[in-house]
Each structure stands twice: as structure tokens, then as C-alpha cells.
């Protein structure tokens, strides 16, 4: 199983739509979650850190499961610059290093 | 500068000789990273510094592939003998220290092997 793993889509939805990623780790010690969003030929930027009790930023809500070691990304009223690539990203454990999905291709469309 | 630097940003070489990627991290970011992204694909870890040791240093592919840290700042990341599998975009990547801390990355160095 890989450590993180997430439906590399594309994601092809209208704008003003409601949209939702899944993510699942392996690693059941991780700590730390994020979602990172990366644009073509863009460097991954921090979209939001995911808490344990789940977070909204704007349009943006993000929830965890560690029971089911998954994490969430919920996406409403869709924007045309919304189109990304979005990263789950989790800290493996007692390392330093994130471990990055390889990502789900959103693409908003007029 | 406020985030976190990358030089150069572009770099073309033919194969078989060595590179040398640069990375600036943000100020009092102790925690630094480089990754590798092919086209099209996901990032690759390499390696990770905390201070000026790596404790972590499993994703560097090959021993071709070095890295170190001074002065708890600048970090080079070397390819000697580049082989065009290593052409892909660096990334470098700093936090203020491990754990939840984000990290922020650099714009990245494309690296093209002829």
C-alpha cells in the first residue's frame, strides 16, 4: 500500500459546483496533514493544514478520519480558478519529512 | 527575500557532467527539504535536514545524488555524472521546524539533461 494515495482524477466539474477529494494514508503515527494545491508548472503552495476536528477556510473545508486514516477536501461553489492539482500531504511519522500523494486534477469549467 | 530562494531556475547540461542546485531557505527555517518532480508526476522526496545534519537522507536515488547545509542556511544539492532520468524540476522546501510546521517551497530549479 502506498503511503499516501489519492484518485488522480481529473476532476472535470461546472463552476458554482460542490466538489470533494478523498485521501488515504498508511501510517497510522502520522501527526500532521495538510493539503497543498500546485498549478502547472507552479511549485506546491499550502492550501490548508487539516486538524483533527476538521476546518473551514472559506469555501474550503477539510476533515480527517484517523479511524479510518483518511482526509478529506470539500470544495464548495466551485471557481474557474480553482483548477489545480491538489496534494494530500502527511507527515510520516516520527520523521521530518511530508510525504505528498501524487495528487487529484481538478478542472473547473465556465 | 521573504521566501524561501531557488538558483538557478533553469539549468540545461549535458550528460555525464556534474550540477549544482542552490536553495535559500526562508530565515530561521531550520527544517529543509529537497524533492524531485518529473513531469507529470507527483513529488519525490530526497532528502531532509534539520540544522545542518540530515537525519533523513532515504530518498536520494542513487550515490550520485549529495546535499548539505552550512550555517543552519544555504543547501546545495549536487548530481555528479547526470544520467537524463535526472532531468525533473528540484524543489526545495523550508519550515520553522518539524512536526506541524507547513513547509514553503522555493519556485524550483528545471533541470534538463541532453
Known amino acids: 500500500r502506498k503511503e499516501v494515495e489519492q484518485d488522480p482524477g481529473p476532476f472535470n466539474v461546472p463552476e458554482g459546483a460542490t466538489v470533494a477529494f478523498n485521501c488515504t494514508y498508511s501510517?497510522?503515527?502520522?501527526?500532521?496533514f495538510f493539503w497543498y494545491r500546485q498549478d502547472c508548472r507552479k511549485e506546491p503552495k499550502l492550501l490548508m493544514s487539516?486538524?483533527?476536528s476538521g476546518n473551514e477556510d472559506g469555501r474550503f473545508t477539510a476533515q480527517l478520519n484517523r479511524a479510518s486514516q483518511y482526509i478529506s477536501l470539500l470544495i464548495r461553489d466551485s471557481k474557474l480558478s480553482d483548477s489545480a492539482t491538489y496534494l494530500c500531504?502527511?507527515?510520516?511519522?516520527?520523521?521530518?519529512?511530508?510525504?505528498f500523494g501524487k495528487g487529484t486534477k481538478l478542472s473547473v469549467k465556465p | 527575500g521573504a521566501g524561501v530562494s531557488q538558483s538557478p531556475s533553469n539549468k540545461v547540461t549535458e550528460k555525464g557532467k556534474d550540477v549544482e542546485l542552490r536553495c535559500d531557505p526562508i530565515?530561521?527555517?531550520?527544517?529543509l527539504y529537497w524533492y524531485r518532480q518529473r513531469l507529470g508526476q507527483g513529488l519525490e522526496f530526497l532528502i531532509y535536514?534539520?540544522?545542518?545534519?540530515?537525519?533523513?537522507k532515504s530518498g536520494l536515488p542513487s550515490d550520485r545524488f549529495s546535499a548539505e547545509r552550512t550555517g543552519e542556511s544555504v543547501s546545495t544539492l549536487t548530481i555528479q555524472r547526470t544520467q537524463q532520468e535526472d532531468s525533473a524540476v528540484y524543489l526545495c522546501?523550508?519550515?520553522?521546524?518539524?512536526?506541524?510546521?507547513?513547509?514553503?517551497f522555493g519556485d524550483g530549479t528545471r533541470l534538463s539533461i541532453l
Open positions: 501510517n497510522s503515527a502520522s501527526q500532521s
Open positions: 530565515s530561521g527555517h531550520t527544517a
Open positions: 522546501a523550508s519550515s520553522a521546524r518539524t512536526g506541524n510546521q507547513p513547509q514553503h
Open positions: 500531504v502527511v507527515r510520516g511519522g516520527s520523521q521530518g519529512n511530508l510525504i
Open positions: 535536514f534539520q540544522g545542518n545534519s540530515a537525519p533523513d
Open positions: 487539516v486538524y483533527s
